[in-house]
């Protein structure tokens, strides 16, 4: 037994690794830019393995991403001690030490997407019913920082907004960065899809089905126009 116990530990150190590497990573979340949706402390679950079978964020997922353009200003990272470290490396806790943010994805490449006054947030013409937006919170800013916005969305770049929309300095607030407010696809860590901890939070993160909608798609945007001539 006592032999076999290191190699036992060796293994199930290899695995937790190559999980967290390739298939599912734990991440917490640092703020409250995505209430109620998300609350601060709570621990997602995000998955690392459909990108690599090409799969690429869709309209209305939650998804976590390298900061693209220094976001998080002078915010600092946190400072996990070395036990913290050591587990997160295996994906056992989660990330330590990475400047990374969650938002929720509202338009993909080919996308148009505006916001007037104080909403509603609308893609590709069609108005967003958005259940998720923080209570009390309007679906758009109306301010002259960033609130307001009609742009469409470049190859490999994502459009991302927090659900907490007045406490949330997304995409909308960085349209005068290197990035013009688009996160590239190659920053985008993965999917969050279940709060795991703590345990009465409990809950999937499904695709709300606003994004669902009938001729939401840029395609059927642009073959409605062509129709119309």
Known sequence: MWKELPILVVIALVLALIIKTFLVQAFSIPSESMQNTLQPGDRVLVDKLT??????????DVVVFHDPADWLGDEGAPHPNPA????SIVGLMPAAGERDLIKRVIAVAGDTVECRGTGPVKVNGKPLDEPYVFAGD?????????GQFDVTVPKGKIWVMGDHRQNSLDSRYHQHDKTHGFVPIGDVVGRAVVVAWPVGRWATLPVPDTFGQPGIRAGSVAAQAKARR
């Open 84 to 87: 913290q470290k050591a587990l």
């Open 51 to 60: 990108p690599w079978f090409g799969s690429k964020p869709e309209r209305g």
């Open 138 to 146: 309007t679906p758009c800013s109306n301010d002259d920082q960033g």
